[in-house]
């Protein structure tokens, strides 16, 4: 079951509290779903190990940088939140984790989110982990509007941190289009998994109308691109450079890049 939990895979802003309004829909592209999210790591090293655990369990995860400097771990795309909740329940009985919470869909209606925090048990006890459920304050909602804004400043928080997903194993060297998806899986849509795909889907936007959370597009043409950042105004994109380089922040007047692009598309 676990080999087919598909990578939270994208504003899930879950990113203690980021964003919470409903993304717009464009044609081959859909909204996340209720995630999990786990673990909470001052230092990156430690959230890289517990991703690289989930994958080795063969689930899609990513790590993440919240608002307030902690890293997380992020993964799944659920219909249901009580189907999130027993994935989640069963990496908790399987020691694969110790807790978690479950990420609601962007735009999901109420007044509060729901924290579920599963207990591991002790060696001596068998019973099933116990679900403790918390209450938060309340999130205010995002108009759709925003969500461009939210995307780029996401992805400002990854800048400095070493991408290391996509590629051959998500963690020996994180990719331009890995470090996108993982943005906007935050961000609650989920976009397709190459720069590529990427490309084929969305609204198409001129340099001159970029604003911010646009993805810009590099390459020889619109069907061999092979680098892909995210648009965070003043002329300026967040991107993973190469595999196993940290995160950061280009100009696209930067001669290289000016040879090179192809386009920009637009998600929300």
Same mark, same amino acid.
């Given at each position: 079951?676990?080999?087919?939990?598909?990578?939270?895979?994208?504003?899930?802003?879950?990113?203690?509290?980021?964003?919470?309004?409903?993304?717009?829909?464009?044609?081959?592209?859909?909204?996340?779903?209720?995630?999990?999210?786990?673990?909470?790591?001052?230092?990156?090293?430690?959230?890289?190990?517990?991703?690289?655990?989930?994958?080795?369990?063969?689930?899609?995860?990513?790590?993440?940088?919240?608002?307030?400097?902690?890293?997380?771990?992020?993964?799944?795309?659920?219909?249901?939140?009580?189907?999130?909740?027993?994935?989640?329940?069963?990496?908790?009985?399987?020691?694969?984790?110790?807790?978690?919470?479950?990420?609601?869909?962007?735009?999901?209606?109420?007044?509060?989110?729901?924290?579920?925090?599963?207990?591991?048990?002790?060696?001596?006890?068998?019973?099933?982990?116990?679900?403790?459920?918390?209450?938060?304050?309340?999130?205010?909602?995002?108009?759709?509007?925003?969500?461009?804004?939210?995307?780029?400043?996401?992805?400002?928080?990854?800048?400095?941190?070493?991408? =290391?997903? @996509?590629? /051959?194993?998500? #963690?020996?060297?994180? *990719?331009? %289009?890995? !470090? &996108? $998806?993982?943005?906007?899986?935050?961000?609650?849509?989920?976009?397709?998994?190459?720069?590529?795909?990427?490309?084929?889907?969305?609204?198409?936007?001129?340099?001159?109308?970029?604003?911010?959370?646009?993805?810009?597009?590099?390459?020889?043409?619109?069907?061999?691109?092979?680098?892909?950042?995210?648009?965070?105004?003043?002329?300026?994109?967040?991107?993973?450079? =190469?595999? @196993?380089? /940290?995160?950061? #922040?280009?100009?696209? *007047?930067? %001669?290289? !890049? &000016? $040879?090179?692009?192809?386009?920009?598309?637009?998600?929300?």
């Amino acid at each position: 079951m676990l080999r087919k939990v598909r990578m939270f895979t994208l504003c899930l802003l879950l990113l203690a509290p980021a964003a919470t309004g409903c993304a717009a829909q464009r044609a081959g592209l859909k909204s996340i779903g209720y995630a999990i999210q786990v673990g909470a790591f001052s230092e990156v090293k430690n959230a890289e190990r517990l991703t690289r655990k989930l994958q080795g369990e063969g689930i899609e995860a990513f790590y993440f940088k919240k608002e307030n400097g902690i890293y997380a771990v992020r993964f799944g795309d659920f219909d249901r939140r009580e189907d999130a909740r027993k994935v989640a329940q069963k990496l908790v009985k399987d020691r694969v984790v110790s807790s978690y919470f479950i990420a609601p869909p962007q735009g999901e209606r109420g007044p509060v989110r729901e924290t579920s925090i599963g207990k591991a048990p002790s060696a001596s006890i068998s019973k099933p982990p116990v679900a403790v459920k918390k209450r938060e304050e309340p999130v205010a909602k995002r108009d759709r509007s925003d969500m461009g804004n939210i995307a780029a400043r996401t992805a400002e928080r990854f800048v400095g941190i070493p991408y =290391r997903w @996509g590629g /051959d194993t998500v #963690v020996d060297g994180m *990719d331009c %289009s890995g !470090f &996108v $998806r993982a943005v906007y899986n935050l961000c609650g849509v989920n976009i397709p998994r190459t720069s590529r795909e990427q490309y084929r889907v969305g609204d198409v936007v001129g340099r001159d109308e970029l604003k911010d959370g646009d993805l810009v597009f590099f390459g020889v043409s619109g069907d061999e691109i092979n680098h892909v950042g995210i648009y965070v105004g003043d002329g300026r994109f967040v991107h993973a450079p =190469r595999r @196993g380089d /940290d995160i950061k #922040v280009s100009s696209l *007047d930067e %001669s290289y !890049f &000016v $040879r090179k692009f192809v386009g920009a598309k637009r998600y929300f």
